[in-house]
């Protein structure tokens, strides 16, 4: 009963958050997980008996679940990927601002904490593109590559003036044991 109602769910659809909540469920309840690779080369997936009656099957595959579900494999690796999405950027995604793949590419190239600052860091009263987004993580590598390259600088020009100090401390000395 709860597969079913379930799933009828996710045909109906929803926000992208919910519908990757309603693949993790199916998934709990099939008793999907990953395993080692199999022989067609993808991962095998072992649905545990709930009961001798059950009329769910013995075993089921994410395959499976996506075929039932009308959706490919992908699609539905990335409605789990979006189940995780923080809610600042699921409101973005529920307003259309942002889409699911834009969703999911700053969820694949940004921390949690880096989402927040491009969220509060965006105009989100227009519709966002995965080209600015792109624009965005681009310039944030360039200026971390930057940052980095600058506290190289700065550790160099630390060591010439612990260098240099030396030089004047051991000037001075020498002048204070010259005789006058």
Same mark, same amino acid.
């Given at each position: 009963?709860?597969?079913?109602?379930?799933?009828?769910?996710?045909?109906?659809?929803?926000?992208?958050?919910? $519908?990757?909540?309603?693949?993790?469920?199916?998934? /709990?309840?099939?008793?999907?997980?990953?395993?080692?690779?199999?022989?067609?080369?993808?991962?095998?997936?072992?649905?545990?008996?709930?009961?001798?009656?059950?009329?769910?099957?013995?075993?089921?595959?994410?395959?499976?679940?996506?075929?039932?579900?009308?959706?490919?494999?992908?699609?539905?690796?990335?409605?789990?990927?979006?189940?995780?999405?923080?809610?600042?950027?699921?409101?973005? $995604?529920?307003?259309?601002?942002?889409?699911?793949?834009?969703?999911?590419?700053?969820?694949?190239?940004?921390?949690?904490?880096?989402?927040?600052?491009?969220?509060?860091?965006?105009?989100?009263?227009?519709?966002?593109?995965? /080209?600015?987004?792109?624009?965005?993580?681009?310039?944030?590598?360039?200026?971390?590559?930057?940052?980095?390259?600058?506290?190289?600088?700065?550790?160099?020009?630390?060591?010439?003036?612990?260098?240099?100090?030396?030089? $004047?401390?051991?000037?001075?000395?020498?002048?204070?044991?010259?005789?006058?």
């Amino acid at each position: 009963l709860l597969e079913s109602n379930i799933r009828r769910r996710g045909e109906i659809g929803g926000s992208a958050k919910k $519908v990757g909540k309603r693949i993790k469920e199916l998934e /709990r309840l099939y008793g999907i997980r990953e395993g080692s690779a199999g022989g067609n080369g993808s991962n095998q997936y072992i649905k545990k008996e709930l009961e001798p009656n059950s009329s769910v099957e013995a075993k089921k595959s994410q395959s499976d679940l996506a075929a039932q579900m009308g959706i490919s494999v992908d699609t539905l690796q990335n409605y789990k990927l979006l189940a995780e999405m923080i809610p600042e950027l699921s409101d973005l $995604v529920d307003t259309g601002i942002v889409t699911k793949t834009t969703a999911l590419a700053i969820m694949k190239e940004l921390s949690e904490e880096e989402q927040l600052k491009l969220i509060d860091s965006l105009d989100t009263t227009k519709k966002i593109t995965g /080209r600015q987004i792109q624009e965005y993580i681009s310039k944030n590598k360039e200026l971390e590559e930057q940052k980095e390259k600058n506290n190289s600088i700065i550790s160099a020009l630390n060591n010439q003036v612990d260098e240099l100090d030396n030089q $004047v401390s051991s000037l001075t000395r020498e002048l204070e044991e010259r005789p006058i």
